[in-house]
Antibody
Framework: QVQLVQSGAEVKKPGASVKVSCKAS????????MHWVRQAPGQGLEWMGI????????SYAQKFQGRVTMTRDTSTSTVYMELSSLRSEDTAVYYC???????????WGQGTLVTVSS | QSVLTQPPSASGTPGQRVTISCSGS????????VNWYQQLPGTAPKLLIY???QRPSGVPDRFSGSKSGTSASLAISGLQSEDEADYYC????????????FGGGTKLTVL
């Protein structure tokens, strides 16, 4: 079955960077784009960007441009999301989600909690 | 503030029918399909409705979606206690900064 498994929770200090991984299985990794979405505590969903695992091209939400980098490793069917210059407002659960068809996100990873605290 | 507008809360009793609205603009709902996601407490979102009104395999036919112009809605009939969750609408936005946009979410309470 199609599955996305993310890396574990992280605690970071303000100004640091975090890199979250998302390992895909059960389908052809390079055939589907991958999105990253975050959710702050008690808040709604916020789109961060998208990566094409085939060629590695990316598109980021304007809010995160300059701070986010999405990459992939086709040998391990894994995508990565790195967020730099962390601040307390970046405390959130970060999700990867496959673009099944026409920006339809399915399935989602289990989420990775990133806590930014001094 | 979310690009798509949803009511923050909705409620109903078991067996009732409830609807959740989602309002957007010509650059998102008006020109692209709408998806709905269900997020049960403490879990990741799950695709509930795609392409305005299609149900993925395994989603009960109690759930239905519709779209008209720049608005969409999710209807849940025969409400059950396990339907208590947060519901999010989403669509691709074709504006200058093309991106996926979400509604702020609607918390559904089953009384």
């Amino acid at each position: 079955q199609v599955q996305l498994v993310q890396s574990g929770a992280e605690v970071k200090k303000p100004g640091a960077s975090v890199k979250v991984s998302c390992k895909a299985s059960g389908y052809t990794f390079t055939s589907y784009y991958m999105h990253w979405v975050r959710q702050a505590p008690g808040q709604g969903l916020e789109w961060m960007g998208i990566i094409n695992p085939s060629g590695g091209s990316t598109s980021y939400a304007q809010k995160f441009q300059g701070r986010v980098t999405m990459t992939r490793d086709t040998s391990t069917s894994t995508v990565y999301m790195e967020l730099s210059s962390l601040r307390s407002e970046d405390t959130a659960v970060y999700y990867c989600a496959r673009d099944w068809v026409a920006a339809t996100l399915d399935p989602w990873g289990q989420g990775t909690l990133v806590t930014v605290s001094s | 503030q979310s690009v798509l507008t949803q009511p923050p809360s909705a409620s109903g009793t078991p067996g009732q029918r409830v609807t959740i609205s989602c309002s957007g603009s010509s650059s998102n709902i008006g020109s692209n399909t709408v998806n709905w996601y269900q997020q049960l407490p403490g879990t990741a979102p799950k695709l509930l409705i795609y392409s305005n009104n299609q149900r993925p395999s395994g989603v009960p036919d109690r759930f239905s979606g519709s779209k008209s112009g720049t608005s969409a809605s999710l209807a849940i009939s025969g409400l059950q206690s396990e339907d208590e969750a947060d519901y999010y609408c989403a669509a691709w936005d074709d504006s200058l900064n093309a991106q996926e946009v979400f509604g702020g979410g609607t918390k559904l309470t089953v009384l």
